[in-house]
């Protein structure tokens, strides 16, 4: 490069996401490690590059996932597990566009109806931009210090989000002890997601998903003395499923811009 000539900007904003999340999320240090989170600021920098992208920048149309009439089972790190589904349901597509081990970048595509399991995002932080439609998100913390219940091996957690988004919406972010970092989905009408996870899951190094199943709080009984402040509605047991979960998702074609690493 010339002396005095500024670097040539990003070709896309993928490519920009990208260098960005480069500079701002380090690789675990060791094995099953996860680096703590970055700064607020970084990750107020990532979030508004998301709010700008669209469908078309990651060569999508507004209604790619209700054209996507195809079937079959696509199981990663990230889908170990959730209850049967009708035969006649559409998959959810996944569009892989980069991945290491201090980052991905991905897109879901739900068809109308569609549901992402309660799962939680262990050591991770998460940035996840509705591209186009609308869904229902459901999303808790854990109480700390850590409440089990009585009867059951299900532990208490906080209610964070339980609304319907509609696209153009904010970025969401979660954090690996706040921010809703178990949540679920599910599609209002055919709707696609941009996902940023730091770091990825990963079974080799111990970081796996676990899905929840969650009860109302008045359904159970903690094991001691447990107070809550404000609403119990606002407030849930989880339990962890440990059957195996298939949920219906196939791999897509991603035919947006590349990634130049």
């Given at each position: ?64 996932a209700e054209d996507d009439r195809g079937h079959g089972f696509f199981e990663s790190n990230f889908l170990k597990g959730s209850a049967r589904v009708a035969r006649w349901a559409q998959p959810i597509t996944y569009l892989h566009i980069y991945e290491c081990d201090a980052f991905s970048i991905g897109i879901f595509c739900l068809p109308t109806s569609a549901v992402i399991p309660l799962h939680d995002h262990p050591g991770m932080t998460v940035l996840s931009k509705l591209l186009y439609g609308s869904m229902h ?125």
């Amino acid at each position: 490069m010339a002396w005095g000539v500024p670097p040539r900007p990003p070709s896309s904003k993928v490519q920009a996401l990208y260098e960005l999340c480069k500079r701002t999320f380090p690789s675990p240090s060791a094995a099953g490690a996860s680096p703590s989170p970055p700064p607020a600021d970084a990750v107020r920098s990532i979030s508004s590059l998301m709010d700008t992208i669209t469908p078309a920048d990651v060569g999508l149309r507004d209604d790619n996932a209700e054209d996507d009439r195809g079937h079959g089972f696509f199981e990663s790190n990230f889908l170990k597990g959730s209850a049967r589904v009708a035969r006649w349901a559409q998959p959810i597509t996944y569009l892989h566009i980069y991945e290491c081990d201090a980052f991905s970048i991905g897109i879901f595509c739900l068809p109308t109806s569609a549901v992402i399991p309660l799962h939680d995002h262990p050591g991770m932080t998460v940035l996840s931009k509705l591209l186009y439609g609308s869904m229902h998100v459901k999303s808790y913390d854990w109480i700390e210090p850590t409440v089990l219940a009585s009867t059951q091996p299900a532990r208490l957690a906080e209610l964070h989000t339980d609304d319907v988004r509609t696209a153009p919406c904010p970025t969401s972010v979660l954090y690996p002890q706040s921010g809703g970092n178990m949540h679920c989905f599910t599609s209002v009408s055919s709707c696609a997601v941009l996902d940023v996870l730091a770091p990825p899951y990963s079974e080799d190094v111990g970081r796996i998903c676990t899905y929840f199943h969650d009860y109302p709080f008045s359904s159970l009984s903690a094991a001691g003395q447990t107070k809550i402040a404000g609403n119990p509605d606002s407030y849930a047991w989880l339990e962890a499923i440990n059957t195996p979960v298939n949920i219906y998702m196939r791999p897509g074609m991603y035919t947006g811009p590349k990634v130049q690493t």
